[in-house]
């Protein structure tokens, strides 16, 4: 009872046979191997698989293989361009925005499409902006730096200090 | 040293690059899912897998007699305690492991997993703790020969004799019971592995979540040397590990029954688990119960303390604690304060909850230690109408008299509490903030400030104290340069996030003048790396840290003799400046380190030992004690009992600093873990042994919104006796954090006449105090 599905994935087109059941992370992970799309639950709380679908961030948890038929499909293996790292993967690693990595990616995409919509969002804004998204290491502080040193920077504007304030 | 170097793993972490275990597939890779009981207590009556077994993908389901077949179907935990890796006949807990089924894709497994029938006759469990000691309560260990109770073990230290004396005589002494909640790590990756069993060769490579990769191969080999597992024969992989906080030390039934089934069938078998699975099932944290009491003067001299625990370890002792201390580090509960009476007595008992006791982000039971002293300290403080602050600088152990003794044996390297709480109170304008609650105070606004001025303990240990079932707790180095100047260095211990990568080049760096990028730091393969205890409860810096160190200094002996060779000169003559020797008075005459490291391979000194590469195993002399004083500003709705904490200042001293980005970070994420549990977390289960929160959805991990703003700062006070003066600073704030945050609402609803609630403090436990209390 397998069905074809053809997904654009960074770009790149698949068709593959899933099973109608199967979620659109294991499809990301297992049958594309790109596996830096994490799962960290199994109730649609953490955000580690996050993925744009068609720009928007969803948990890739969630969505069957399915449901991503015909559709595209960005992870955080195709945000770096042949001219260097997004802006965002920079603030992250500019800031301190990870210790293990292990939210990063799904942070990241989260973080893309919340920029895209508001590119110059407050602290409150980046925090209830990533609010689905759970890190276990960084307490945040560093994560919202990053987000705001990525909007400067996609603003074309002069990108804050990333010493750290630590008197 | 103390260079906010930007990380050197990041690079892959941000382009999707990481390798964490269940990344891993391999050829022919079965895949195994767990069937776990519904029950708390009860008697397996059959275990039925056929019509699992004819679900198309599932090659077969392993029960615990089929492990009993080659003695597998018991395991020894990390305190000499004996867990089941499958259960022959009972289950103690619920989301015990009773069968696992293997299957050639992971929803097969899952499929297979919901057909297997499993026939339970349902026992009355214990789970309060307090009766679990009861004369009647049911003999839960029937499996312990001549076992009569459900008491573990007893533990004291102190002087109770003293201590007595001095609380019937003091003039003040006051009193608290409190609850440690039993929490959950809960990193965002879970637990997981892909046991490789190769039938050919004998060989077992074992690539799991493990937080003490070498550790686990001489556990591995303990359990499975009888069916010809030797030591040899096995190799530990510890890729990168999404968060680990103590949680990945033990070994968990799944690891063991996914290398029996890989030795069994000669296939990779991957087990990877779910969130859910993974805050049911795996190592709890905490769940002590204190009763904790102060003695002092009126004017508020601190005179004694007195503790008494009871430790709810579940079903088995399951901690991951040095073995000669099954409360681990408790005794470090005299706190930062200068008084020499203490008696502090622990008992410890089995429930049917999930086993552990793990030291989550914790120098093992500091973090209970610290809420028990801080909490009772303020209380102290509220009973003779003083302020906390005060108080605290008055019996603050003083920075000329470290090292200093403590009560309980403990010898604190160096410190400066006074500095350090100062500082904490000049950023936050302490008695500015005073000021304003006063203000609020009579408009019947809910205000609070909340301190906590801890002493940490990490980095263990001292050979003569601490092991590891035996293994002593040293932690090891190894550095090679090869001839063109760069080097490789390898580690016992393994990152989970810390940033070794980065933080041990520093060091090496430091040492040798060779640049921090051009040092390759690996972890987390047992084949390659020399044997170490692993990397928990902030004992890195402190040891293995320590350890590459002294190895580097030994490589910068062996390049003063190349260089005096090179130079022609005695090596008196030489001077060392980091990169390079020269001699005395001619800084032209010099050799660059990457000269001399050429030179070792390509031109050495007659008779000396070619090559450039230096080991070392660094058992430390004593403990280091980090220390730090937080303050918690909090403002809360009287009406619905709302809690928002406005500010968090944390002044850390961890000695020397080697890279304070780094530093800070773990500040800030120590400190998110320290405002869970005392605001959001606890694993709540209901007399039947249910567990009530045991997915994401209910059990509160703090996000971006309920983090406050951190703002950080620091003090340092170098140990003396670590040779680069570090002292480890992971776990300070989840330690420091929770009584500064419980102290801050208590000080708010102080007026009313409140003096302790349990952590987690959540609004309906405010609103119900503040009501308890008649305020309306
Ligand atoms: S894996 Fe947690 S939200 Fe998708
Ligand atoms: S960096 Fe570890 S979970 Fe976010």
Not at chain 1, 1 to 30: A, D, F, Q, W, Y
Not at chain 2, 683 to 689: A, P, T, V
Not at chain 2, 709 to 732: C, D, L, M, N, R
Request: charged share 25%; proline share 6%.
């Amino acid at each position: 009872m397998k069905k074809e599905i053809t997904i654009s994935v960074n770009g790149e087109k698949h068709t593959l046979e899933v099973e109608p059941r199967t979620l659109l992370v294991h499809v990301i992970r297992e049958h594309l191997r790109l596996t830096g799309t994490h799962i960290g639950c199994d109730t649609s709380s953490c955000g580690a698989c996050t993925v744009l679908l068609n720009g928007k961030s969803v948990k890739s948890c969630t969505i069957l293989a399915v449901q991503a038929n015909g559709k595209e499909v960005s992870t955080v293996e195709g945000m770096a361009t042949a001219d260097g790292l997004h802006p965002l993967q920079e603030g992250f690693k500019e800031n301190h925005g990870l210790h293990c990595g292990f939210c990063t990616p799904g942070m990241l995409m989260r973080a893309a499409e919340l920029l895209e919509n508001n590119p110059n969002p407050t602290e409150e804004e980046i925090r209830w902006g990533i609010s689905g998204n759970l890190c276990r290491c960084t307490g945040y502080n560093n994560i919202v730096k990053a987000i705001q040193y990525a909007g400067a920077k996609m603003r074309g504007e002069e990108t804050p200090s990333t010493e750290p304030e630590f008197v | 040293m103390g260079h906010s170097l930007k990380r050197k793993e990041d690079a892959r972490f941000i382009q999707g690059k990481g390798h964490y275990v269940d990344d891993i597939q391999l050829p022919g890779m079965l895949h195994m899912d767990i069937v776990r009981s519904p029950y708390a207590y009860a008697k397996i009556k059959s275990i039925n897998a056929e019509e699992a077994l004819k679900i198309p993908g599932v090659v077969a389901v392993v029960t615990g007699k089929d492990l009993e077949k080659y003695n597998l179907h018991w395991m020894p935990t990390l305190m000499s305690d004996t867990q089941m890796v499958l259960p022959t006949d009972t289950v103690m807990y619920q989301a015990q492991e009773v069968a696992a089924v293997i299957a050639t894709d992971r929803y097969a497994a899952r499929d297979g997993k919901e057909a297997v029938m499993v026939e339970y006759e349902p026992m009355k469990p214990v789970i309060d703790p307090y009766k679990s000691l009861a004369p009647d309560a049911p003999v839960l260990r029937t499996d312990k020969e001549g076992k009569k109770d459900n008491h573990i073990w007893h533990w004291e230290v102190g002087d109770k004799e003293a201590t007595e004396k001095l609380f019937s005589e003091a003039e003040v002494v006051v009193k608290e019971q409190m609850h440690i909640p039993r929490i959950h790590v809960a990193s965002i990756e879970t637990c997981g592995c892909v046991a490789d069993y190769d039938k050919i060769n004998n060989h077992l490579t074992m690539y799991m979540t493990t937080q003490a990769p070498h550790a686990i191969r001489t556990v591995i080999a303990l359990v499975a040397g009888h069916v010809g597992l030797t030591e040899e024969k096995i190799r530990v992989i510890s890729p990168d590990i999404g968060g680990g906080f103590g949680g990945k030390v033990p070994v968990y039934p799944g690891y063991v029954i996914a290398i029996a089934v890989s030795f069994l069938v000669g296939k990779p078998v991957k087990w990877v688990e779910d969130r859910s699975e993974n805050l049911q099932a795996d190592s709890f944290a905490r769940d002590y119960h204190i009763t904790v009491e102060m003695a002092g003067t009126k004017a508020g001299k601190i005179l004694g303390t007195r503790f008494k625990i009871l430790a709810d370890h579940g079903y088995t002792d399951a901690a991951a604690n040095p073995s000669k201390f099954p409360t681990g580090m408790f005794s470090i509960g005299t706190g930062s304060y200068d008084y020499q009476t203490t008696f502090m007595e622990a008992d410890a008992v089995y429930t049917n909850k999930p086993p552990g006791g793990v030291a989550y982000r914790c120098s093992f039971r500091v973090t209970e230690a610290v809420h028990a002293i801080e909490r009772i300290t303020d209380r102290f403080a509220f009973e003779i109408g003083k302020d906390p602050a005060a108080l605290r600088m008055e019996n603050f152990i003083k920075k000329e008299d470290f090292p200093w003794k403590s009560p309980t044996g403990w010898e604190y390297d160096s410190g400066d509490y006074h500095a350090g709480l100062k500082l904490a109170m000049d950023t936050v304008g302490y008695d500015e903030l005073r000021k304003e609650q006063a203000e609020k105070r009579k408009r019947g606004e809910l205000m609070g400030i909340g301190i906590s001025t801890f002493t940490e303990i990490v980095g263990a240990g001292p050979s003569k104290d601490f092991d590891i079932l035996g293994i002593k707790m040293f932690d090891s180095a190894e550095i090679r340069v090869h001839p063109t100047g760069k080097a490789i260095a390898r580690f016992g211990t393994k990152s989970q996030g810390q940033g070794h990568e980065t933080t041990y080049a520093q060091i090496i760096a430091e040492e040798l003048g060779i640049p921090a990028e051009n040092i390759q730091v690996e972890e987390g393969d047992t084949d390659t790396a020399p044997y170490g205890l692993g990397t928990y409860a902030s004992r890195s810096t402190p040891t293995a840290g320590a350890a590459a160190a002294v190895a580097a200094r030994k490589l910068r002996d062996k390049a003063r003799k190349i260089a005096a060779y090179l130079l022609e000169v005695s090596e008196d003559d030489l001077e060392w400046e980091p990169g390079k020797f020269f001699v005395k008075g001619a800084p032209e005459k010099a050799k660059t380190i990457q000269e001399i490291v050429f030179a070792a391979y390509t031109n050495h000194p007659q008779g000396m030992e070619a090559g450039f590469e230096a080991t070392h195993y660094y058992d430390p002399p004593n403990l280091t004690f980090p220390s730090g004083a937080y303050i918690c500003i909090v403002d809360i709705d009287k009406e619905t009992g709302e809690i928002k904490v406005r500010r968090f200042v944390a002044i850390d001293d961890c000695g020397n600093i080697i890279n304070p980005m780094i530093v800070q970070g773990q500040v800030h994420g120590g400190l998110t873990q320290g405002i869970a549990p005392a605001m959001y977390e606890e694993l709540i289960y209901d007399e039947d042994g249910n567990i009530l929160n045991g997915t994401f959805m209910d059990y509160l991990v703090p996000t971006a919104v309920e983090s406050p703003s951190w703002e950080t700062g620091h003090t340092v006070t170098p140990s003396p006796h670590h040779p680069i003066g570090a002292k480890g600073v992971g776990e300070s704030p989840t330690v420091g954090a929770p009584p500064a945050i419980a102290n801050a609402i208590v000080d708010a609803l102080s007026p009313y006449g409140i003096t302790h609630l349990d952590i987690p403090i959540t609004p309906f436990k405010v609103w119900k105090a503040l009501r308890e209390k008649g305020v309306n």
